[in-house]
């Protein structure tokens, strides 16, 4: 009995020391993220003594951001989460800053997250450093200069949805994706520069941009996600680049001023809607390797003629589907060969 009673005190004593070992550590160790404030801003610390800023009370036309705060390097912009009926709510740090006409982001910052500059009614220009990989811009109706300084980090995600008054932009070498909903809705949008290292457009990346006139799409672009070009109501011409090897779901869909498209020999599938009232189509080629068009891609274009080879599946389609048809014309010019030595004639003594 008091073998047994000696060993439960020894389990007691195990446990408070322990108890008491792991509350004093706990005591010296800082939970992190730590919330400050200063110069204007409350951010938050992490474990690698990195700054976030979710809120500022600055008020002012021109907002630089600091690339340190109280000896801490800004890496991000972020939000303020409050607790909400169903999960939590954003507020953005320049969110709803109706004051601001430019913000100016410093090299080292990498990420913008949720709203953190939204709903800026005012703002007119903005300068994203070449460090950014995550940037979102949003609802910033008046925006209308933006400057990406080129870098060598590969930008992941952006966005300027619904920034409906900016005119161009230049892509520099670092976004070699156009993001989903990139520039969904700028409807003032008329001139997009992009760099010769853009792969892939993705979904909805310029869906309602209606004075989008035409673009000049990269080399070596091989992905264009579906109604990336919907209700482009502007857009004229389109050339396809030879890489793209299928035009996605609603791609040009409600293009009722689209009168070129240049498709590129190798596309092997027109998916649904992919130009349905695209009512200025006149002729559109579709070569040999395309062995796929959906039923309702050509919906509404009522004044279509198919170009083709003959007894193709282009044929066989517009045949079905009461389209005019013609046979392509694949005649090849020769060009004069040119000698750049002259022939040397051999004669016989």
């Known amino acids: 009995m008091k073998t047994t009673r000696l060993i ?20 010296c160790k800082e939970l992190y993220p730590i919330t400050k404030t200063a110069e204007g801003y409350t951010f938050e610390i992490d474990e690698n003594q ?15 951001i600091p690339s340190e705060i109280s000896s801490y390097k800004v890496k991000k912009l972020s939000c303020v989460e409050e607790a909400a009926l169903v999960g939590v709510s954003l ?7 109706n004051v601001v006409k430019e913000i100016i982001i410093p090299e080292g910052v990498v990420e913008t997250y949720g709203p953190a500059i939204a709903n800026c009614y005012n703002l007119e220009k903005i300068t994203i450093p070449g460090t950014m990989t995550t940037f979102d811009v949003v609802r910033c109706d008046n925006l209308k200069e933006v400057n990406i300084v080129d870098g060598d980090t590969i930008t992941e995600s952006f966005s300027f949805s619904d920034c409906s008054g900016l005119e161009e ?8 994706k156009i993001s989903t909903n990139a520039f969904a809705r700028c409807y003032s949008l008329k001139n997009v520069k992009f760099s010769k290292n853009v792969y892939c457009i993705e979904s909805v990346a310029f869906q309602g941009c209606t004075s989008l006139t035409n673009i000049d799409l990269p080399d070596k672009l091989s992905e264009i996600g579906s109604n ?9 011409t389109i050339d396809v680049p030879s890489k793209v090897r299928i035009i996605e779901s609603w791609t040009f869909d409600g293009c009722k001023s689209l009168e070129i498209v240049n498709l590129p020999e190798d596309l092997i599938k027109i998916g649904d809607g992919a130009f349905r009232d695209c009512v200025s189509l006149e002729r559109i080629n579709v070569y040999d390797e395309c062995d796929y068009i959906a039923d309702n891609a050509f919906d509404g274009c009522d004044k279509l003629t ?17 389209i005019p048809f013609e046979k392509l014309d694949t005649t090849i010019q020769l060009s004069l060969i040119h000698i750049s030595e002259p022939t040397r004639l051999l004669s016989i003594s």
């Not at 932009?169 to 070699?176: G, R």
């Not at 990336?228 to 004229?236: H, I, N, R």
Request: glycine share 6%.
């Open 228 to 236: 990336a070009f919907q209700w482009c109501t502007s857009l004229q």
């Open 8 to 27: 439960r005190v020894n389990i007691v004593f195990a446990i408070s020391f322990c108890t008491v070992f792991i509350l004093m550590f706990s005591s």
């Open 91 to 97: 507020t953005g740090v320049f969110e709803g800053n």
């Open 306 to 322: 198919i170009c083709g080879m003959k007894g193709s599946y282009a044929e066989q389609y517009a045949k079905k589907h009461n």
């Open 169 to 176: 932009i230049y892509l520099p070498k670092q976004i070699n």
């Open 50 to 64: 990195n700054a976030t800023l979710i809120k500022t009370d600055i008020l002012a036309e021109t907002i630089e």
